[in-house]
């Protein structure tokens, strides 16, 4: 997770010119409009490799870095764990260490 925690950060620092902590609210730090969510999400799926769908977006999962990291893990496990695996055949549905099959777990 902190992989992921620290490019969420340098995308805020290199966005917004404001090294955000961990646990700080971007929504009541007054940083965000909606376009910059836009934007935060297509960072998200093109730098994770993940897809977050209208159906995904909660408010709240966008507010910390600490949320926003675990949106991506979660998004990323659901990848994972539906994978299909050319090598062994298999839809790779819940078999094994889904962190370790992750494709953002070990960069």
């Not at 159906?55 to 299909?84: G, K, P, Q, Y």
Request: charged share 20%; hydrophobic share 45%; aromatic share 12%.
């Amino acid at each position: 997770m902190e992989y992921i925690k620290a490019k969420i950060k340098s995308f805020f620092a290199n966005s917004l010119h404001y090294e955000l902590q961990d646990h700080e609210d971007i929504f009541a730090l007054g940083f965000v409009k909606s376009i910059f969510i836009l934007q935060l999400i297509l960072f998200l799926e093109e730098e994770f490799g993940i897809t977050i769908e209208k159906v995904h977006l909660c408010i709240d999962d966008f507010r910390t870095v600490n949320r926003i990291a675990h949106l991506v893990e979660c998004r990323a496990a659901v990848i994972s764990s539906c994978a299909f695996s050319a090598a062994t055949g298999d839809w790779g549905l819940g078999v094994g260490d889904r962190k370790a099959q992750s494709p953002i777990a070990n960069p």
